[in-house]
């Protein structure tokens, strides 16, 4: 069954402290995986996209990985500020046909002063 | 350029009552789909489209009905509504549906069923 998971589910930091968030997966066959920043009330928007072959890819403060041999990806946030609060979505993208989107939970982020 | 509007913002509705759920996009993309999202669990896809015309179910289909007349619009409705559907709804399209296109979303419709 084609799964995504995140971890943490939910997490507080103080404002310009780094935090690393992870997404495992068991999405098959796999072709690229995204991470999306859902802010409160608002729809998801994309900060990266990674395909198999891609090990790191950074926007900004925004840093993801993707380790396709063990499933794993992570998203580093660095020097956080307050506006990074929100909900961080894993989505894993298969190839075929029908529908090929698996969204993870999302991880919360809080940051505080 | 609007991007992907949806509407309305908020709806309650009484179980048993029926309503569309607006979608509009700018951008010419092909690919429009409808998603739920609820407490706990990732997006899941109602229904998608992949061009003018071209409607396929997705994950959670049932209690809803999907149309594609044009290329910008693609409404959801909700035939007779029930507490189950309470939920956060939100509407996207991207060029294609090749996975490699970014999917642009609506800001979501929050629907209470009473």
């Known amino acids: 069954k084609n799964q995504v998971e995140q971890s943490p589910q939910s997490l507080i930091i103080l404002e310009g402290k780094n935090c690393t968030l992870q997404?495992?997966?068991?999405?098959?066959?796999?072709?690229?995986l995204r991470w999306y920043k859902q802010d409160t009330g608002r729809g998801p928007v994309s900060l990266t996209i990674m395909t198999f072959s891609e090990n790191t890819k950074s926007n900004g403060r925004y840093t993801a990985t993707l380790d396709a041999d063990t499933k794993q990806s992570s998203l580093h946030i660095t020097a956080s500020q307050l506006s990074d609060s929100a909900s961080y979505i894993c989505?894993?993208?298969?190839?075929?046909?029908?529908?090929?989107?698996?969204f993870g939970t999302g991880t919360q982020l809080k940051v505080e002063l | 350029n609007a991007g992907v509007t949806q509407t309305p913002k908020f709806q309650v509705l009484k179980t048993g009552q029926s309503m569309t759920l607006q979608c509009a996009q700018d951008?010419?993309?092909?690919?429009m789909s409808w998603y739920r999202q609820d407490p706990g669990m990732g997006l899941r896809l109602i229904h998608y489209?992949?061009?003018?015309?071209?409607?396929d179910q997705g994950e959670v289909p049932n209690g809803y009905n999907v149309s594609r007349s044009t290329t910008e619009d693609f409404p959801l409705r909700l035939l007779s509504a029930a507490p189950s559907q309470t939920s956060v709804y939100f509407c996207?399209?991207?060029?294609?549906?090749?996975?490699?296109?970014?999917?642009?979303f609506g800001p979501g419709t929050r629907l209470t069923v009473l």
């Open positions: 997404c495992n997966y068991t999405v098959s066959p796999f072709s690229n």
């Open positions: 996207a399209s991207s060029y294609s549906n090749s996975g490699g296109d970014e999917q642009f």
């Open positions: 989505v894993v993208i298969r190839t075929g046909g029908g529908n090929k989107l698996t």
């Open positions: 489209s992949v061009g003018a015309g071209i409607t």
């Open positions: 951008m010419n993309h092909e690919y």
